[in-house]
């Protein structure tokens, strides 16, 4: 409030009526001195949640007007997450497997589930593409046990290596449970992920001949690429 505006007898005490709040959260109704009211919750608010705070005019002193309208209507924080960290990398033991890898990350706890069924992973192609083919591929996840149930790892199954680099689309579908309010997630979370093609690796640009001089003063034809 921009002026004083507690009842004389009222200031740093609680408010026990005239402040309501829907849907109904417990907590403490408070004045901070003359001009500030507090609500200091014992309870959790509900994540993604609409609420309405109404005041009566009985809360403020008699000298006080409210010159705007009564209420106040606010949303809390819905559930979400984010794709992170997405590589193609090779296998540790094996060179010759390559894999899809990503994370992701939620702003409250995920519920154990399914994730695995939640996850596509869509090479962006028409047809083959070197060891890649025109089709979803799947992952396993894995929950990451230091992050509160706010990570989960995803690994693909082989992947292979593009002839022409290619855009692989990740995608992790709505639905995802929190642990909290029966939420779940009301978007779907995307990223792309750009994997180059075998022909970025190296590519013979030019092959030539030449005669070269050996230590028996010889000379040799020798072919330079």
């Not at 829907?22 to 609420?51: R, S």
């Not at 790892?153 to 929190?178: H, Y």
Request: hydrophobic share 40%; proline share 4%; net charge negative.
């Amino acid at each position: 409030l921009n002026g004083s505006a507690a009842p004389i007898d009222m200031v740093n005490k609680p408010i026990v009526s005239g402040i309501t709040i829907k849907p109904e959260i417990k907590g403490n109704w408070v004045w901070d001195g003359a001009n500030k009211i507090v609500f200091e919750p014992i309870e959790n608010w509900k994540i993604g949640t609409d609420y309405k705070i109404e005041l009566d005019k009985s809360v403020l002193a008699d000298h006080v007007k409210l010159r705007d309208k009564k209420e106040l209507a606010f949303t809390t924080t819905a559930f979400s997450l984010e794709i992170k960290d997405a590589d193609y990398v090779i296998d540790d033991v094996n060179p010759n497997l390559k894999y899809i890898e990503f994370s992701i990350v939620s702003n409250f706890p995920m519920m154990e589930q399914d994730f695995a069924s939640l996850v596509e992973i869509n090479p962006v192609i028409n047809a083959r593409n070197g060891n890649v083919e025109n089709r979803t591929y799947t992952a396993q996840a894995f929950p990451d046990t230091d992050s509160d149930g706010k990570r989960v790892f995803f690994k693909s199954e082989v992947f292979g290596v593009p002839a022409k680099t290619i855009d692989v689309s990740l995608l992790v579908r709505k639905g995802v449970k929190c642990v909290y309010d029966d939420a779940v997630t009301k978007d779907s979370a995307r990223q792309t992920l750009v994997v180059n093609g075998s022909d970025t690796y190296g590519r013979i640009t030019r092959i030539g001949g030449n005669f070269l001089l050996n230590d028996e003063q010889e000379y040799k034809q020798i072919i330079t690429i």
